[in-house]
């Protein structure tokens, strides 16, 4: 079953950061998928981050996410990348990458990122 495995969450200080990783779980990443980060904080709807082509390499995110995240991806190792700068308490939460691509693929696990004041 193909599937994201992010990883790369854990448990940091406000004003530091983490790289999140996103790679697919019985397959690899192909031209047409576009990879979207999400994420979910406790009591709240999951919100999307930004996404990238995984061909292009075509970069958005949501404007309340411009700034302080960077997501990028590498396609040889194909491997998404998500950098997570300046982190504040609120942004702790579940962050996912999400395949899209004309086949449904499933969520994944997410990686827990956890920012204590």
């Known amino acids: 079953q193909v599937q994201p495995a992010e990883s790369g969450g854990g448990v940091v200080q406000a004003g530091d950061s983490l790289t999140l990783s996103c790679s697919v779980s019985?397959?690899?990443?192909?031209?047409?998928?576009?990879v979207a980060w999400y994420r979910q904080a406790p009591g709240k709807e999951r919100e999307v981050i930004g996404t990238?082509?995984?061909?292009?390499?075509?970069?958005h995110y949501a404007d309340s996410m411009r700034g302080r995240f960077t997501n990028y991806r590498n396609y040889h190792e194909n491997r998404a990348w998500l950098d997570l700068n300046g982190l504040k308490p609120w942004d702790t939460a579940i962050y996912y990458c999400?395949?899209?691509?004309?086949?449904?693929?499933?969520w994944g696990q997410g990686a827990q990122v956890t920012v204590s004041s």
């Open positions: 999400n395949i899209q691509r004309s086949s449904v693929v499933d």
């Open positions: 990238i082509t995984w061909d292009a390499g075509s970069r």
């Open positions: 019985g397959g690899t990443f192909v031209g047409d998928d576009m």
